[in-house]
């Protein structure tokens, strides 16, 4: 029995057909026949034995033009006609005349796709525009997509390769430098942010205080927001002060000037790991209200300091302004005795835990304050996972898109790369801080049960409490304590929001 093959409809729909010619180098084009030509009538024979098919009148010639890359005018041209929806079919003389590079290649195969545009090399055949052509595309996606990943690892690996010789390979500018010449050169008044940053935690290790300090002073960060306990702990845990690039939990010497002396950046780093020492009534003790005063002549904080004349002890408060700027920068005294201060906070307390409902009103607020801080932390720790798994994946796209990028927007890419790895690195560290501060309110929220029960036996207990838990409770109870020294007045703020000012 004879078999029957089925035979090309009579009318098929009409294709757009643009002939692409290309030449490497520019000899002989200036020819009455050239390469071009040659290969645009090689082109033209087939599309005329193609029923239905036409060449469109725009020529598409780049003579002189490399296919190691696609940065020529004719190609350009093209694909943005196929993008319009101008064109059917491209037609070429070989493979290579489109592309030699085959993540190139394969690019723009998936854009003529995005366009129902088709391809077709006249003496390979190879077309898109059959089942077979589209196989072998896939197959070749196959590959460009291992290179791509390829060439995205050998970026990182370069990148890796230039921090380990000390190199600033991009990312967030960190506070006390600026970029020159892709090198990183110290910023003189913001360095003198990290040393005050330094030296104030070294000497009293409290995040609370240098915050306090830096905000009441008018420091802003490198994105000129207010300090944060999380940005001053960025600074004191970078090891690019004191002159490294830090890479996978190791040190490398950088070639950038040093900010902080490598054995100041450990000690803090040693202070920071060991657990702050539990000190008890005496000499030794905190003080009562270390982190708690403000200056009421200018607003700045003001520390609370030591000293001894033989055996006996003065504790004083100084305004930060006037320690750093000097007579005339603020109206408060040198020193304000800080004595006098502690016994107006303390019988505002006093007189406040005699009112009845005081302990109850106190235990209410302050675990109203811990709901709502809960509450906050735990929409947070919800929502970060999300927004470290988006950020995440612009990283593994934009490791994609450096290895196909050409060499003027790879450099781009990679610092785009390195900002949203920093980006990631911020969340996640957050993301712990969030759990760690969730896992520390439970001991907090117990806590208030202490308070209260210690508010409704103030002045039976407040004499024999501790340094330690009167420090404790009144951390707990205060603010903040505004010191008026002018007219003698101390101002004092409760965590409840309730206020009272007594005369010192």
């Given at each position: 029995?004879?078999?029957?093959?089925?035979?090309?409809?009579?009318?098929?729909?009409p294709k757009r057909c643009a002939i692409?010619?290309?030449?490497?180098?520019?000899?002989?084009?200036?020819?009455?026949?050239?390469?071009?030509?040659?290969?645009?009538?090689?082109?033209?024979?087939?599309?005329?034995?193609?029923?239905?098919?036409?060449?469109?009148?725009?020529?598409?010639?780049?003579?002189?033009?490399?296919?190691?890359?696609?940065?020529?005018?004719?190609?350009?041209?093209?694909?943005?006609?196929?993008?319009?929806?101008?064109?059917?079919?491209?037609?070429?003389?070989?493979?290579?005349?489109?592309?030699?590079?085959?993540?190139?290649?394969?690019?723009?195969?998936?854009?003529?796709?995005?366009?129902?545009?088709?391809?077709?090399?006249?003496?390979?055949?190879?077309?898109?525009?059959?089942?077979?052509?589209?196989?072998?595309?896939?197959?070749?996606?196959?590959?460009?997509?291992?290179?791509?990943?390829?060439?995205?690892?050998?970026?990182?690996?370069?990148?890796?390769?230039?921090?380990?010789?000390?190199?600033?390979?991009?990312?967030?500018?960190?506070?006390?430098?600026?970029?020159?010449?892709?090198?990183?050169?110290?910023?003189?008044?913001?360095?003198?942010?990290?040393?005050?940053?330094?030296?104030?935690?070294?000497?009293?290790?409290?995040?609370?205080?240098?915050?306090?300090?830096?905000?009441?002073?008018?420091?802003?960060?490198?994105?000129?927001?207010?300090?944060?306990?999380?940005?001053?702990?960025?600074?004191?845990?970078?090891?690019?002060?004191?002159?490294?690039?830090?890479?996978?939990?190791?040190?490398?010497?950088?070639?950038?000037?040093?900010?902080?002396?490598?054995?100041?950046?450990?000690?803090?780093?040693?202070?920071?790991?060991?657990?702050?020492?539990?000190?008890?009534?005496?000499?030794?003790?905190?003080?009562?209200?270390?982190?708690?005063?403000?200056?009421?002549?200018?607003?700045?904080?003001?520390?609370?300091?030591?000293?001894?004349?033989?055996?006996?002890?003065?504790?004083?408060?100084?305004?930060?302004?006037?320690?750093?700027?000097?007579?005339?920068?603020?109206?408060?005294?040198?020193?304000?005795?800080?004595?006098?201060?502690?016994?107006v906070v303390v019988g505002m307390l006093?007189?406040?835990?005699?009112?009845?409902?005081?302990?109850?009103?106190?235990?209410?607020k302050l675990r109203a304050r811990l709901?709502?801080?809960?509450?906050?932390?735990?929409?947070?720790?919800?929502?970060?996972?999300?927004?470290?798994?988006?950020?995440?994946?612009?990283?593994?796209?934009?490791?994609?898109?450096?290895?196909?990028?050409?060499?003027?927007?790879?450099?781009?890419?990679?610092?785009?790369?390195?900002?949203?790895?920093?980006?990631?690195?911020?969340?996640?560290?957050?993301?712990?801080?969030?759990?760690?501060?969730?896992?520390?309110?439970?001991?907090?929220?117990?806590?208030?049960?202490?308070?209260?029960?210690?508010?409704?036996?103030?002045?039976?207990?407040?004499?024999?409490?501790?340094?330690?838990?009167?420090?404790?409770?009144?951390?707990?109870?205060?603010?903040?304590?505004?010191?008026?020294?002018?007219?003698?007045?101390?101002?004092?703020?409760?965590?409840?929001?309730?206020?009272?000012?007594?005369?010192?």
């Amino acid at each position: 029995m004879k078999r029957q093959t089925s035979q090309p409809s009579a009318v098929e729909a009409p294709k757009r057909c643009a002939i692409y010619t290309r030449k490497s180098t520019s000899a002989g084009l200036d020819q009455a026949f050239n390469s071009l030509d040659a290969q645009r009538d090689a082109c033209l024979s087939y599309v005329a034995r193609q029923a239905g098919w036409t060449v469109v009148p725009e020529r598409y010639d780049d003579g002189g033009f490399t296919g190691a890359n696609t940065d020529r005018p004719a190609f350009q041209r093209l694909m943005n006609d196929v993008d319009a929806g101008a064109i059917d079919v491209i037609v070429v003389y070989k493979v290579d005349r489109l592309s030699r590079s085959l993540l190139d290649f394969v690019n723009t195969m998936e854009r003529l796709a995005k366009a129902e545009a088709a391809f077709v090399s006249v003496t390979q055949n190879f077309s898109t525009a059959d089942a077979m052509g589209r196989l072998t595309m896939r197959l070749l996606a196959s590959f460009a997509e291992f290179e791509r990943e390829m060439i995205s690892e050998r970026t990182r690996d370069k990148i890796v390769a230039a921090r380990k010789k000390g190199h600033w390979t991009g990312g967030p500018v960190p506070l006390g430098y600026r970029l020159e010449g892709g090198k990183l050169v110290i910023d003189d008044a913001e360095a003198a942010i990290v040393r005050d940053i330094f030296r104030e935690y070294a000497a009293h290790r409290s995040l609370v205080r240098i915050v306090s300090q830096l905000n009441g002073a008018g420091r802003t960060t490198k994105q000129a927001r207010r300090f944060t306990k999380d940005a001053v702990l960025r600074v004191l845990k970078n090891p690019i002060y004191a002159g490294f690039i830090a890479y996978g939990g190791e040190r490398y010497a950088g070639e950038h000037d040093v900010i902080i002396p490598e054995a100041e950046l450990d000690r803090v780093l040693g202070m920071m790991t060991k657990p702050a020492r539990v000190v008890g009534r005496g000499a030794g003790a905190d003080h009562l209200l270390r982190g708690l005063v403000r200056c009421g002549g200018c607003g700045a904080a003001m520390t609370v300091e030591t000293t001894r004349n033989g055996r006996r002890t003065y504790r004083y408060v100084r305004c930060g302004t006037y320690q750093k700027k000097g007579a005339g920068s603020c109206p408060t005294r040198a020193r304000v005795p800080a004595a006098p201060i502690e016994e107006v906070v303390v019988g505002m307390l006093r007189d406040q835990a005699r009112e009845p409902a005081f302990a109850a009103d106190v235990g209410v607020k302050l675990r109203a304050r811990l709901g709502e801080q809960r509450a906050r932390l735990e929409a947070e720790a919800a929502t970060l996972p999300r927004t470290i798994g988006e950020a995440s994946s612009r990283v593994h796209s934009l490791g994609i898109a450096v290895g196909d990028a050409p060499d003027a927007a790879r450099r781009v890419l990679t610092r785009r790369l390195d900002e949203e790895s920093e980006i990631v690195a911020r969340q996640e560290d957050r993301l712990a801080t969030v759990r760690r501060e969730l896992h520390d309110l439970d001991g907090v929220e117990a806590e208030v049960g202490w308070i209260e029960g210690t508010l409704k036996r103030f002045d039976a207990i407040w004499d024999v409490l501790t340094e330690v838990n009167r420090v404790r409770l009144v951390r707990a109870l205060v603010r903040a304590v505004v010191v008026d020294a002018a007219h003698e007045q101390v101002h004092v703020e409760l965590a409840t929001g309730d206020a009272g000012a007594r005369a010192s």
